[in-house]
């Protein structure tokens, strides 16, 4: 009966292996490489200024959380410009929530994530004068006034 047992553990635990190595596979299957620095950086149409302008527009600050005045504190969106600036692969990065106010916190992270991903095409960044995949860490300033 152990031996069983035994046999069938062994067999449960290859197939799991296998079919953990056929994802791995898949999902490394896309080897695009992306910087994290460009010799030029990518650009938002228009520029900075209609970077923030935009994104005043696009991002709702929770009636919530200005109602309780809370402080966000740092907020970044992270994201990759591609080589025809396009945006992908959007993630909020944020201080720990607390349960209080988790739920304000997790509307505000998608208004941010919903804006970015609508964006317009960006300059893509280049090496060598080629268009290039790029790491984009966008900070995101709170001002409740």
């Known amino acids: ?6 046999a069938v553990l062994c067999l449960t635990v290859t197939a799991c292996t296998l079919v953990l ?3 791995d596979s898949r ?17 938002f149409p228009g520029g900075k200024a209609a970077l923030s302008q935009y994104l005043a527009q696009n ?6 959380l ?5 402080s966000t504190g740092p907020v970044a969106a992270k994201f990759i410009i591609d080589k025809d600036g396009s945006i992908r692969d959007v993630r909020i990065t944020t ?11 997790q ?5 941010i994530v919903a804006a970015i991903e609508k964006m317009p095409r960006w300059r893509p960044g280049e090496v060598g004068g080629q268009p290039v995949a790029v790491f984009y860490t ?6 409740v006034q």
């Open 1 to 6: 009966m152990k031996t069983i047992a035994y």
């Open 27 to 43: 999902a490394q299957s896309r080897s695009e490489l992306v910087y994290t620095t460009a010799e030029r950086e990518p650009e």
């Open 107 to 111: 509307e505000f992270m998608t208004t």
């Open 59 to 64: 991002i709702r600050y929770p009636n919530s």
């Open 66 to 70: 200005a109602r309780k005045n809370y």
């Open 95 to 105: 201080k720990p929530l607390d349960k209080e106010n988790r739920k304000g916190m």
């Open 21 to 23: 190595s056929n994802t």
């Open 138 to 143: 966008l900070p995101v300033e709170v001002n």
